[in-house]
Antibody, heavy 121, light 112 residues
Framework: QVQLQESGPGLVKPSETLSLSCTVS?????????WGWIRQPPGKGLEWIGS???????YYNPSLKRRVSISVDTSKNQFSLKLTSVTAADTAVYFC??????????????WGQGTLVTVSS | QSVLTQPPSASGTPGQRVTISCSGSSSNIGSNFVYWYQQLPGTAPKLLIYRNNQRPSGVPDRFSGSKSGTSASLAVSGLRSEDEADYYCAAWDDSLSGRGWVFGGGTKLAVL
């Protein structure tokens, strides 16, 4: 069965770049699906960050687009998130998830367990 | 402020039926499917309803979804203690300001 696992630093300094990876197991990332990142600030709701296709084609949240890039590494069966110029407002649990066969199609399932990233000096 | 509007809380007693609303606009719920996710305390969200009213295998038929115009609802019947969780609606948004997935702010369901 498909499993996703986020990894990366749990602490990032303000103005630096947040980098996370999501390793997919039990399923090839090369199967035509979109793969997404969603975050959840402590005690708050969910916010979609962006989604990427195996081909490298991606869609990003308009409010984060300036600072976000998502890439895919099919050789490692991984996809990655970079968020630049972080502030305390970027402190959140970051989830990765499998999306649908199109950017507007499908749903996020399954999800990784999430990883807490704190932005602090 | 979330693009989709949900009540922050809902509650019911065991066995009761509870509904959670999700209000959007013509660019999201009005023209695209609605999805519902359940997030149990301390865990990742889990898909509960897809394409407005479809249940993934393993989701009890006590959970049902519906959509009308620019609003959607999640109903939980025969409420059980294990249903206590946060529930989020989601939809694709085709607004002029940018396309992407939008979520509701979440509804915390308490089983009294």
């Amino acid at each position: 069965q498909v499993q996703l696992q986020e990894s990366g630093p749990g602490l990032v300094k303000p103005s630096e770049t947040l980098s996370l990876s999501c390793t997919v197991s039990g399923y090839s990332i090369n199967t035509g699906y979109y793969w997404g990142w969603i975050r959840q600030p402590p005690g708050k709701g969910l916010e979609w960050i962006g989604s990427i296709h195996q081909s490298g084609s991606g869609y990003y949240n308009p409010s984060l687009k300036r600072r976000v890039s998502i890439s895919v590494d099919t050789s490692k069966n991984q996809f990655s998130l970079k968020l630049t110029s972080v502030t305390a407002a970027d402190t959140a649990v970051y989830f990765c998830a499998r999306g649908g066969i199109g950017p507007a199609q499908g749903w996020f399932d399954p999800w990784g367990q999430g990883t807490l990233v704190t932005v602090s000096s | 402020q979330s693009v989709l509007t949900q009540p922050p809380s809902a509650s019911g007693t065991p066995g009761q039926r509870v509904t959670i609303s999700c209000s959007g606009s013509s660019s999201n719920i009005g023209s695209n499917f609605v999805y519902w996710y359940q997030q149990l305390p301390g865990t990742a969200p889990k898909l509960l309803i897809y394409r407005n009213n479809q249940r993934p295998s393993g989701v009890p038929d006590r959970f049902s979804g519906s959509k009308s115009g620019t609003s959607a609802s999640l109903a939980v019947s025969g409420l059980r203690s294990e249903d206590e969780a946060d529930y989020y609606c989601a939809a694709w948004d085709d607004s002029l300001s940018g396309r992407g997935w939008v979520f509701g702010g979440g509804t915390k369901l308490a089983v009294l």
